[in-house]
């Protein structure tokens, strides 16, 4: 970064398009800023060569390499990489991924994918569990809106079972940074009663004793809030996502005091 911004030209980028590759004029380009000669010019476009084709081949979205160095007797050689690929595409390469190290990663993740949910931790107070990546975004922005931070993106989908939600809440409600849980799903392929009862489930198991706001609109909204209004659980029912998540962040700053106080705030009441 301190190179690209002071030496702007120490810095070469191409672009490629699709299946095209780079081209043999782009290659010399870079070659001449890398100060190369004679074979080393052949050997630097074999590397790129291969590394684009592995790139494009198994579905990478990074292949860094770094660093690219020139030994004493001339050679160009790779000694160091890191490559990144898109989780969607595993079903093209079971093989590869199949040698993913669980163990280098949060136990959060690991139990997410496992559980067939979409969850990314963050670092706020405030646990979303929303169905749809766009409302998701959204959700979380409101929350910022309202000056509060999200502590996770997570994504149960739009088939989600009873027992996946209550995975979701296990997740979510095992980051102790999470003071308050605020439920957004919007029941089209989803059904709202689905996903009540995975709430009350969890809520039930887990012994929650965190705020938990939740908003539900589409298909099987009244089935879901009278499976609600019919249980002993603390639920905050709130129709308005904007309202929601004002709630969430009163809330979540109430909890987070409380505990800087050593102040016990009970939220397992009945309504």
């Given at each position: 970064?301190?190179?690209?911004?002071?030496?702007?030209?120490?810095?070469?980028?191409?672009?490629?398009?699709?299946?095209?590759g780079?081209?043999?004029?782009?290659?010399?380009?870079?070659?001449?800023?890398?100060?190369?000669?004679?074979?080393?010019?052949?050997?630097?476009?074999?590397?790129?060569?291969?590394?684009?084709?592995?790139?494009?081949?198994?579905?990478?979205?990074?292949?860094?390499?770094?660093?690219?160095?020139?030994?004493?007797?001339g050679?160009?050689?790779?000694?160091?990489?890191?490559?990144?690929?898109?989780?969607?595409?595993?079903y093209?390469?079971?093989?590869?991924?199949?040698?993913?190290?669980?163990?280098?990663?949060?136990?959060?993740?690991?139990?997410?994918?496992?559980?067939?949910?979409?969850?990314?931790?963050?670092?706020?107070?405030?646990?979303?569990?929303?169905?749809?990546?766009?409302?998701?975004?959204?959700?979380?922005?409101?929350?910022?809106?309202?000056?509060?931070?999200?502590?996770?993106?997570?994504?149960?989908?739009?088939?989600?079972?009873?027992?996946?939600?209550?995975?979701?809440?296990?997740?979510?409600?095992?980051?102790?940074?999470?003071?308050?849980?605020?439920?957004?799903?919007?029941?089209?392929?989803?059904?709202?009663?689905?996903?009540?009862?995975?709430?009350?489930?969890?809520?039930t198991?887990?012994?929650?004793?965190?705020?938990?706001?939740?908003r539900?609109?589409?298909?099987?909204?009244?089935?879901?809030?009278?499976?609600?209004?019919?249980?002993?659980?603390?639920?905050?029912?709130?129709?308005?996502?904007?309202?929601?998540?004002?709630?969430?962040?009163?809330?979540?700053?109430?909890?987070?005091?409380?505990?800087?106080?050593?102040?016990?705030?009970?939220?397992?009441?009945?309504?």
């Amino acid at each position: 970064a301190v190179v690209s911004t002071r030496v702007r030209e120490a810095v070469v980028s191409t672009q490629s398009t699709g299946e095209a590759g780079i081209s043999d004029k782009e290659m010399e380009a870079v070659a001449d800023v890398l100060d190369l000669q004679g074979d080393q010019r052949v050997q630097l476009k074999s590397h790129v060569e291969k590394l684009y084709n592995l790139f494009v081949k198994y579905d990478s979205t990074l292949l860094e390499i770094n660093p690219l160095a020139e030994l004493t007797d001339g050679r160009v050689l790779c000694l160091d990489c890191k490559i990144n690929f898109d989780d969607n595409a595993e079903y093209r390469h079971p093989d590869l991924f199949s040698k993913r190290d669980w163990s280098q990663e949060d136990k959060r993740d690991v139990d997410a994918n496992n559980a067939g949910l979409n969850y990314i931790g963050l670092d706020g107070s405030i646990g979303c569990l929303v169905n749809g990546a766009g409302l998701a975004m959204a959700t979380m922005d409101v929350i910022k809106l309202h000056g509060g931070d999200p502590a996770n993106f997570l994504d149960v989908g739009g088939g989600a079972t009873s027992e996946q939600v209550t995975e979701a809440f296990k997740i979510i409600s095992s980051d102790p940074k999470v003071k308050a849980i605020l439920v957004n799903i919007f029941g089209g392929i989803m059904r709202c009663d689905v996903i009540a009862q995975g709430i009350l489930d969890a809520a039930t198991n887990l012994k929650m004793d965190i705020p938990l706001i939740v908003r539900l609109q589409g298909t099987n909204v009244n089935e879901a809030k009278a499976l609600m209004a019919l249980s002993n659980i603390k639920i905050l029912p709130i129709d308005d996502l904007d309202d929601a998540a004002s709630m969430a962040v009163k809330l979540s700053d109430i909890v987070s005091r409380a505990q800087e106080l050593k102040v016990k705030v009970d939220f397992s009441l009945g309504i």
